[in-house]
T-cell receptor
Framework: GENVEQHPSTLSVQEGDSAVIKCTYS??????FPWYKQELGKRPQLIID?????GEKKDQRIAVTLNKTAKHFSLHITETQPEDSAVYFC????????????FGAGTQVVVTP | DGGITQSPKYLFRKEGQNVTLSCEQN?????MYWYRQDPGQGLRLIYY???????QKGDIAEGYSVSREKKESFPLTVTSAQKNPTAFYLCASSIGGSLGNQPQHFGDGTRLSIL
């Protein structure tokens, strides 16, 4: 089955700097990769997603890149702000498992003023 | 998302007791999911349903049961066979579709603890 590894587990950045979170996946046939942001005690919220026919997608300060050959995808947050502090989860959907997302273990991001 | 409602927010279970977590959505989504989240870990899939009257086991289905009698409702029962039920339970839904790669949107969750 699909296995998703996420690094780092914690990330501390100064306000205004960039943050990068990387995930690797094992199933080369996986074709959908969402990223979720979860604040303490709250629901995960979809912040951006990418499909395997696209190499990069950007939405304001957030971007995701996908390298299918290397089987990894990354979340980039530029000009970080204190409200970006949260746990971020990546996920991958293998093609042989309808709708089933395999999640990474999460990255705790702390943005210090 | 305001369209997915989970209740109750907090739930306590006694030994040997079954408890049911409610999940209702008004987004007209075909697919619904139940996840379990333990502290410091990612989400693990318990059960999912692609369409009314149909559901499949996820990665950690043992000790849980579900039903999908209505499109908008997907209740999860945590049975007494689940020996370690303390966790944060999240319900999600998505449009569905043949490929299953549509965004999933989550409810606010139910925190279950053992008395």
């Amino acid at each position: 089955g699909e296995n998703v590894e996420q690094h780092p587990s914690t990330l501390s950045v100064q306000e205004g700097d960039s943050a990068v979170i990387k995930c690797t996946y094992s199933d080369s046939a996986s074709n959908y990769f969402p990223w979720y942001k979860q604040e303490l005690g709250k629901r995960p919220q979809l912040i951006i997603d990418i499909r395997s026919n696209v190499g990069e997608k950007k939405d304001q300060r957030i971007a995701v890149t996908l390298n299918k050959t290397a089987k990894h995808f990354s979340l980039h947050i530029t000009e970080t702000q204190p409200e970006d502090s949260a746990v971020y989860f990546c996920a991958a959907r293998p093609t042989d498992s309808w709708g089933k997302l395999q999640f990474g273990a999460g990255t705790q991001v702390v943005v210090t003023p | 998302d305001g369209g997915i409602t989970q209740s109750p927010k907090y739930l306590f279970r006694k030994e040997g007791q079954n408890v049911t977590l409610s999940c209702e959505q008004n987004l007209n989504h075909d697919a619904m999911y139940w996840y379990r989240q333990d502290p410091g870990q990612g989400l693990r899939l318990i059960y999912y349903s692609q369409i009314v009257n149909d559901f499949q086991k996820g990665d950690i289905a043992e000790g849980y049961s579900v039903s999908r009698e209505k499109k908008e409702s997907f209740p999860l029962t945590v049975t007494s066979a689940q020996k370690n039920p303390t966790a944060f339970y999240l319900c999600a839904s998505s449009i569905g579709g043949s490929l299953g790669n549509q965004p999933q949107h989550f409810g606010d969750g139910t925190r279950l603890s053992i008395l």
